[in-house]
């Protein structure tokens, strides 16, 4: 079965700091990654994709990498603002092969990020 | 265009009661699937719909089904409520399977009294 952790479960940083947010997968046979952000008592945004076949994938000041072989992914943040502050949640799809169907997306329980103005 | 709707934004149910959750995904999208999130904790999948067809179910009891319309929109239906049962709902659309980026609506608070 495949279990996601997300490290630290919480963080409080500075306005302007560059952070990393951590995301490890117990099965490296996965379809994809995709990293979300969700705000107090709302739905989840999709940040980034990252297909099993890429190593990162960057949008603005966000940067998330995957290593397959070893199960973790990274999320990194660049001169974050008080915006950033939410909940952060990485997700991953498995590989299904030949017997198709979907086992939908196993979530970390997410870090949630304070940004101090 | 507009993103996943799902109504109603907020429900108030008692125990053994039954519940209907509705969700329209994304105009072009076929697939659907719904997600459960304790709070504190991650979502967790339900279900998943594509093409009309059930493609995919998480681990939880037969209490819950769903079914997804000829207009790709869906309803999930939760039967005896339990207490447990409270949570946000989240209904999650893609263009295909699998492969593209989920995007997610902005869910149903279910809370069991």
């Known amino acids: 079965k495949q279990e996601v952790t997300q490290i630290p479960a919480a963080l409080s940083v500075p306005e302007g700091e560059n952070l990393v947010l951590n995301c490890s997968f117990t099965?490296?046979?996965?379809?994809?990654l995709q990293w979300f952000r969700q705000d107090p008592g709302k739905g989840l945004t999709s940040l980034l994709l990252?297909?099993?076949?890429?190593r990162e994938q960057t949008s603005g000041r966000l940067n998330a990498s995957l290593d397959k072989s070893s199960g973790r992914s990274t999320l990194y943040i660049a001169a974050s603002q008080p915006g950033d502050s939410a909940t952060y949640l990485c997700?991953?799809?498995?590989?299904?092969?030949?017997?198709?169907?979907?086992?939908?997306?196993?979530f970390g329980k997410g870090t949630h990020l304070i940004i101090q103005p | 265009d507009a993103g996943v709707t799902q109504s109603p934004t907020h429900l108030i149910k008692t125990r053994g009661q039954q519940v209907t959750l509705r969700c329209s995904p994304i105009?072009?999208?076929?697939?659907v699937s719904w997600y459960q999130q304790v709070l504190g904790q991650g979502p967790q999948f339900i279900f998943q719909?594509?093409?009309?067809?059930?493609?995919g179910r998480g681990n939880f009891p037969d209490r819950f089904s769903a079914r997804q319309f000829p207009n790709y929109s869906s309803e999930l239906n939760v039967n005896a409520l339990l207490l447990g049962d409270s949570a946000l709902y989240l209904c999650?659309?893609?263009?295909?399977?699998?492969?593209?980026?989920?995007?997610f609506g902005p869910g149903t608070r279910l809370l069991v009294l």
């Open positions: 099965d490296s046979a996965i379809y994809n």
């Open positions: 105009s072009g999208h076929k697939s």
């Open positions: 999650a659309s893609s263009l295909v399977e699998r492969v593209e980026t989920q995007y």
């Open positions: 719909y594509y093409e009309k067809e059930e493609r």
């Open positions: 997700a991953v799809r498995l590989y299904l092969g030949r017997r198709g169907g979907a086992d939908g997306l196993t």
């Open positions: 990252i297909q099993s076949s890429q």
